[in-house]
C-alpha cells in the first residue's frame, strides 16, 4: 500500500521564480491538503482539495495556488516566489469523512 | 479559530526515563486531537488520534495520550524513552466534517540522552 509521495524532494530557486510541487495521495484517498513547514515550526495550513476544488484555505496570498486532478493527485504553484517562502512544503492526504492526514516526505524549497 | 500550545519548545530526558509532553488546545467543540512525530527532515507520522470514547489513547511506539476536557489538554506520554525517540513532536487539532483543517502546534524537539 503505497503511501504519501511528493516529487520532487529537494528545489531551489531564485527570487520571482515559479515553482510546481507535486503530491500522490495515499492509496484511497481522495483529499489533499498542504501545508508549509518553515524552519523551527509547525506547519501552516495552505488550503485542501477534494472533488478537484479547493475547499479551504488558510492565510496565505493568492501567489500559491493549487490543482487536483481526477487521480485525486495534486500540484501546488507559487507565484513570485519570495526569501520567506523557503521552507518544507508538506502534502497530507485523507478520505473525506475519516479525518486523520497522513503526510508525504516533503519537498524542501530554497529561495535564493 | 482553532488554536494550539505546546509550552514547552525542547525538552531533555535519560534513556530509559518517562516522558511527558504537554499540549493544550483551544477549539469551540469537541476537538481532532492528534501528536505526529518529526524525524529531521522527514515528513510527519501519526503517532495516535483521539476522536472520542476512552479519554486515554494508545499509540504506536509505546507512545499514550490523554484528553482532558477540563484542562483543554492532551499531554503525550511514554513510560521508558529510547535513544531512538530523539525527534520533533506536534501536537494538532482538527474537527470533523469532511474538510479538515488541521491546526499544529510550534513543537517540541525532545533529545534523549546517555
Known amino acids: 500500500d503505497a503511501g504519501v509521495t511528493q516529487s520532487p524532494t529537494h528545489l531551489i530557486k531564485t527570487r520571482g521564480q515559479q515553482v510546481t510541487l507535486r503530491c500522490s495521495p495515499k492509496s484511497g484517498h481522495d483529499t489533499v491538503s498542504w501545508y508549509q513547514q518553515a524552519l523551527g515550526q509547525g506547519p501552516q495550513f495552505i488550503f485542501q482539495?477534494?472533488?478537484?476544488?479547493?475547499?479551504q484555505r488558510g492565510n496565505f496570498p493568492d501567489r500559491f495556488s493549487g490543482h487536483q486532478f481526477p487521480n485525486y493527485s495534486s500540484e501546488l504553484n507559487v507565484n513570485a516566489l519570495l526569501l520567506g517562502d523557503s521552507a518544507l512544503y508538506l502534502c497530507?492526504?485523507?478520505?473525506?469523512?475519516?479525518?486523520?492526514?497522513?503526510f508525504g516526505p516533503g519537498t524542501r524549497l530554497t529561495v535564493l | 479559530a482553532q488554536s494550539v500550545t505546546q509550552p514547552d519548545i525542547h525538552i531533555t530526558v535519560s534513556e530509559g526515563a518517562s516522558l511527558e509532553l504537554r499540549c493544550n488546545y483551544s477549539y469551540g467543540a469537541t476537538p481532532y486531537l492528534f501528536w505526529y512525530v518529526q524525524s529531521p527532515g522527514q515528513g510527519l507520522q501519526l503517532l495516535l488520534k483521539y476522536f472520542s470514547g476512552d479519554t486515554l489513547v494508545q499509540g504506536i511506539k509505546g507512545f499514550e495520550a490523554e484528553f482532558k476536557r477540563s484542562q483543554s489538554s492532551f499531554n503525550l506520554r511514554k513510560p521508558s524513552v529510547h535513544w531512538s525517540d530523539a525527534a520533533e513532536y506536534f501536537c494538532?487539532?482538527?474537527?470533523?466534517?469532511?474538510?479538515?483543517?488541521?491546526?499544529f502546534g510550534i513543537g517540541t524537539k525532545l533529545q534523549v540522552i546517555p
Open positions: 497530507a492526504s485523507s478520505l473525506k469523512g475519516l479525518d486523520t492526514q497522513y
Open positions: 482539495y477534494y472533488e478537484e476544488e479547493e475547499r
Open positions: 494538532a487539532v482538527g474537527y470533523s466534517g469532511g474538510y479538515q483543517k488541521v491546526t
